[in-house]
């Protein structure tokens, strides 16, 4: 099994750019979630997918949209990138009678 | 905003020695976790107590819970270059809605 996958690794772009973010998993797992993590800080939520249908806010949703596709995809949208979304995206998933989160590698993005 | 205030934002032992890493957080929880995140890598889950545990071992994890005073701690023992990492507490959301939220990190590093 591969577990969570995300492309891209990098990416650069430029202010008012647009750009998704892939991220899928093998586990069969109902919820998923996308995080961004800046220097020096832990995880905050950008939006999350309890199940496949359903999407919701988490704490930063602001410059985000998201697409829970199918069960196992769940992208996440930068409509108009802005210098203050530079940061490392990781995508999550749960099994919905566990508690712990499985992470992908993450997604490096520099909005310049 | 983020639950989790973790204590100490850095910690530098030498290899063999334990390191304790502290967790406070703000509202009731059903649960505590622990994750690694080992440098440029998405996180990892290393242990989950419970609201109603007040210590949880795994290998040379240590893991303690005081709820009344909103607090955690991880102890890992005969630490090994292989443990250096940053390590997140993560708290439960009590509205049901899966969501975890994530202390600001410990970055651990074990010298050889």
């Known amino acids: 099994n591969a577990g969570v996958t995300q492309t891209p690794k990098f990416q650069v772009l430029k202010t008012g750019q647009s750009m998704t973010l892939q991220c899928a998993q093998d586990m069969n797992h109902n919820s998923m979630y996308w995080y961004r993590q800046d220097p020096g800080m832990g995880l905050r939520l950008i939006y999350y997918s309890a199940s496949e249908g359903t999407t919701d806010k988490g704490e930063v949703p602001n410059g985000y949209n998201v697409s829970r596709l199918n069960k196992r995809e769940f992208s996440l949208r930068l409509e108009s990138a802005a210098p203050s979304q530079t940061s490392v995206y990781f995508c999550?998933?749960?099994?919905?009678?566990?508690?712990?989160?499985?992470f992908g590698p993450g997604t490096r993005l520099t909005v310049l | 905003s983020q639950q989790g205030e973790e204590d100490p934002q850095a910690l530098s032992i030498q290899e063999g020695e334990n390191a304790t890493m502290n967790c406070s957080y703000k509202t009731s929880i059903n649960n505590l976790q622990w994750y690694r995140q080992n440098s440029g890598r998405g996180l990892v889950h290393l242990i989950l107590i419970r609201s109603n545990e007040r210590e949880k071992h795994s290998g040379r994890l240590r893991v303690t819970l005081d709820t009344s005073k909103k607090s955690s701690s991880l102890l890992i023992t005969a630490s090994r270059a292989a443990d250096t990492a940053s390590y997140f507490c993560a708290t439960d959301d009590l509205q049901g809605a899966q969501k975890l939220v994530f202390g600001q990190g410990t970055r651990l590093t074990i010298n050889p």
């Open positions: 999550a998933s749960r099994l919905t009678l566990r508690h712990e989160q499985f």
